[in-house]
């Protein structure tokens, strides 16, 4: 079954807002990542956070995680039109080291 | 420093051929993962290897499929008799040898088409 679950599949939203995707996963994990993609492009890392993180920043980004739910959620705040991309939730399980699972993605579109 | 180098960026076999894609890690890398993405699908993890060594090939179909990242020289995704359904876009990915933050370094992907 597929490890790491993004919802939603697909966000519009304006210049300014926040866009706020989440992310659920079904095994034990030594840390969770967001990626984004744009179209036609390879996967840029944009944060990690471990297993016994509950919140990290970075930038316009905010990254939770809620292991007892088994679920993480990406914030990014004051979005632009070149936040357009794909971004994709990542899990590293605890008996694979090295080896990401990777969600379906949302598909985040905004517009000036 | 340069990053992840995939080639070809785009590939087009026919049904049957062989199709061969290249990746060279990042400096200083020594792990490197293949992955393989559909048509508005997230990555499928391939197989994970070391210099000389498959570590996890739990994400290779059994026929067809090889990969190898040797002493010299950049790892080799190959894929023996293509057939359609092997279009994707295959993704290369390093990480360094030691102090792995978990982060994996992508390069831009080799696109096959396979007619």
């Known amino acids: 079954s597929q490890q790491g679950e993004e919802d939603p599949q697909a966000l519009s939203i304006q210049e300014g807002e926040n866009a706020t995707m989440n992310c659920s996963y079904k095994?034990?994990?030594?840390?969770l990542q967001w990626y984004r993609q744009n179209s036609g492009r390879g996967l840029v890392h944009l944060i990690l956070?471990?297993?016994?993180?509950r919140e990290k920043h970075s930038g316009r980004l905010r990254v939770t995680l809620d292991t007892s739910k088994k679920s993480s959620s990406l914030l990014i705040t004051a979005s632009r039109a070149a936040d357009t991309a794909s971004y994709f939730c990542?899990?590293?399980?605890?008996?694979?080291?090295?080896?990401?699972?990777f969600g379906a993605g949302t598909q985040v579109v905004v517009t000036p | 420093n340069a990053g992840v180098m995939q080639n070809p960026r785009h590939l087009v076999r026919r049904r049957g051929q062989e199709a061969r894609l290249r990746c060279s890690p990042m400096?200083?890398?020594?792990?490197v993962y293949w992955y393989r993405q559909l048509p508005e699908e997230g990555l499928k993890f391939m197989v994970y290897?070391?210099?000389?060594?498959?570590?996890?090939e739990s994400g290779m179909p059994k026929e067809r499929f090889s990969a190898e990242f040797p002493k010299e020289g950049p790892s080799i995704l190959r894929i023996q008799q293509v057939v359609r359904g092997d279009s994707a876009a295959y993704f290369c990915?390093?990480?360094?040898?030691?102090?792995?933050?978990?982060?994996?370094?992508f390069g831009e992907g080799s696109r096959l088409t396979v007619l």
């Open positions: 990915a390093s990480s360094p040898t030691v102090g792995t933050t978990g982060e994996l370094f």
């Open positions: 095994t034990s994990i030594n840390n």
């Open positions: 956070i471990r297993s016994n993180e």
């Open positions: 990542a899990t590293e399980a605890t008996d694979s080291w090295g080896k990401l699972q």
């Open positions: 400096k200083g890398h020594s792990h």
């Open positions: 290897l070391q210099k000389e060594n498959i570590i996890d």
